[in-house]
């Protein structure tokens, strides 16, 4: 069974403090991606990568940096966490295959 | 530039009535689009529901079925009978030929009345 997990699942943050939230996959998929979703809308992509140490800037990758330490670990990080940055962010993994993402279960930011 | 637009909800069914939520793509930089319907039941996470990455084909699952109309640029996600089951937030995206970017329509609320 595919899964991705996500931590912290909920966090409230302050302005300007640093935030780090974490994904990690055991379906051995290569690439994996961070979503942000915001209240009544889409998901939009933040950042993703398709191979350890490598990451790729999706459509809104500003304010955000992102780390893929490895293959199964793939972490946003937001270095001075804004009140715009508040929203649900998801982390997928997408199988080698091409056409499915599995996602975790979303973390919820809310930044104060 | 690529982008996806779908029915805005909330949309309200009563149980046993047809359903179809649609969808339409743009897609100016894809050359060869995959369609997607992820759906998001309450308390679950995203999963996908079902796929289609060649044009003029159709798609099934769960009782649900769309066809992927190149002419049209329409994935429309349609089913002939739903059940209470069937509320959830469903989300229609369009991937690139290597899926590296999908974008994701903002997503349709499905009620089903008993």
């Known amino acids: 069974e595919a899964a991705v997990t996500q931590s912290p699942r909920s966090k409230v943050a302050v302005t300007g403090g640093k935030v780090t939230l974490s994904c990690h996959q055991t379906n051995n998929h290569d690439y994996m991606y961070w979503y942000r979703q915001d209240t009544g809308h889409g998901l939009r992509l933040i950042h993703y990568?398709?191979?350890?140490?490598?990451?790729e800037k999706g459509d809104i990758p500003d304010g955000y940096k992102a780390s893929r330490p490895s293959q199964e670990n793939f972490s946003l990080i937001l270095e001075l966490a804004s009140l715009s940055q508040t929203a649900v962010y998801f982390c997928?993994?997408?199988?080698?295959?091409?056409?499915?993402?599995?996602f975790g279960e979303g973390s919820r930011l809310i930044v104060v | 530039g690529d982008s996806v637009t779908q029915t805005e909800g909330p949309v309200t069914v009563s149980e046993s009535e047809s359903l179809i939520i649609n969808c339409t793509y743009s897609?100016?930089?894809?050359?060869?689009?995959?369609l997607f319907w992820y759906v998001r039941y309450p308390g679950e996470g995203l999963q996908l529901l079902l796929k289609?990455?060649?044009?003029?084909q159709k798609g099934s699952s769960r009782g649900f079925e769309a066809t992927y109309n190149k002419e049209t640029t329409s994935f429309h996600l349609q089913k002939a009978s739903v059940q209470e089951s069937d509320s959830a937030v469903y989300y229609c995206a369009l991937g690139d030929g290597s899926n590296n970017r999908i974008f994701f329509g903002d997503g349709t609320q499905l009620v089903v009345k008993p």
């Open positions: 990568s398709y191979v350890a140490d490598s990451t």
């Open positions: 897609a100016t930089s894809i050359a060869y689009p995959n």
């Open positions: 289609v990455i060649t044009a003029g």
């Open positions: 997928a993994s997408r199988d080698n295959s091409g056409n499915t993402l599995y």
